[in-house]
Nanobody, 122 residues
C-alpha cells in the first residue's frame, strides 16, 4: 500500500502562483510513476504532470507547459506541482496519484490522494 498525503491548494487570483505538495509513504519502492491529474467540474479527468519515481524523466501536459512544473525533493520525499500565471480554467480538484505508466495516471492509477481544491478567481 502507498499513502499519498496532499497539501497546498486553495484560492488564488488569476495570474498568481500556487504550489501543491504530495508526500508518499508506505511501499514507495513500488512506485513507478507519480504525478498529478485534475478534475474540472463537468469534465473528464485531465493529465497535468508526472515523473518517473526512479529517474529524471518529467512529463507535463502540452497545454500547461510553461506554467506548470513538477519536481521532487528526494531528501524529504515530497512531490510538488508549481503553478504559475494561474487562469480561471485551472480551477479544479487536483489529485496526486501513482501509476504504472504516465498514460494510465489519470484513469488507471494504482493509488490516489484525497484531492485538493484549487480555485482561481478572475
Amino acid at each position: 500500500q502507498v499513502q499519498l498525503v496532499q497539501s497546498g491548494g486553495g484560492l488564488v487570483q488569476a495570474g498568481g502562483s500556487l504550489r501543491l505538495s504530495c508526500a508518499p509513504s508506505g511501499r514507495t519502492f513500488d512506485i513507478q510513476v507519480i504525478g498529478w491529474f485534475r478534475q474540472r467540474s463537468g469534465r473528464d479527468s485531465e493529465f497535468v504532470a508526472a515523473m518517473k519515481w526512479n529517474g529524471n524523466e518529467i512529463y507535463v501536459a502540452a497545454a500547461l507547459e510553461g506554467r506548470f512544473t513538477i519536481s521532487r525533493d528526494s531528501a524529504k520525499n515530497i512531490l510538488y506541482l508549481q503553478m504559475h500565471d494561474s487562469e480561471p480554467e485551472d480551477t479544479a480538484v487536483y489529485y496526486c496519484a501513482t501509476a504504472r505508466t504516465v498514460d494510465t495516471l489519470k484513469s488507471e492509477y494504482d493509488y490516489r490522494g484525497p484531492g485538493t481544491q484549487v480555485t482561481v478567481s478572475s
